[in-house]
């Protein structure tokens, strides 16, 4: 993506706070649709490709060049069921499994001070994460 102005400000044509383009692959598997205890389970793999964005706004000191990323996810999940009925649904997801060590164009904190531990100037995006969800369905009738 780019954007540029008319005229120039402090010597750059880039409209500021334009994001990086990304790509983001997806392949799912799904297993088993209809089953006893399990349904709608599936498996999948996840590439989200954000690349370099080049045309930053230099003017005033505003923006900087972001280098690109890959970050793969992978998540696996399905519905418990018993009696023809879903009891719940249950998901895991694992994000940034090679723990990419990336910062988002658009992130303002990426132009704080240098951080003496890493060396590495700004605050960088979260690394590996799991996330565990579980969706239990409530449903209420009203009795007489």
């Known amino acids: 993506m780019r954007g540029t102005l008319s005229e120039a400000q402090d010597g750059s044509n880039n409209l500021p ?3 990086a383009a990304r790509l983001i692959n997806e392949v799912k598997v799904e297993l088993r649709k209809n089953g006893q205890s399990l ?3 599936y498996l999948k793999a996840e590439l989200d490709n ?3 964005q080049h045309h930053p706004f230099y003017g005033y000191n505003t923006e900087t060049a972001t280098p690109a990323y890959s970050l793969l996810n992978m998540g696996v999940g399905g519905d418990i069921a018993r009696n023809g009925k879903s009891l719940c ?3 895991f997801t694992a994000a940034n499994i090679t723990d990419v060590a990336y910062q988002n164009h658009l992130s303002r904190l990426k132009y704080a001070a240098e951080n003496l531990v890493t060396g590495r100037t700004g605050v960088y995006n979260m690394g590996r994460n799991f996330v565990v969800k579980l969706n239990v369905p409530l449903s209420f009738e009203k009795t007489k």
């Open 89 to 91: 649904s249950l998901f």
């Open 39 to 41: 349904r709608n389970l």
């Open 17 to 19: 706070f334009i994001p």
């Open 50 to 52: 954000t690349f370099a």
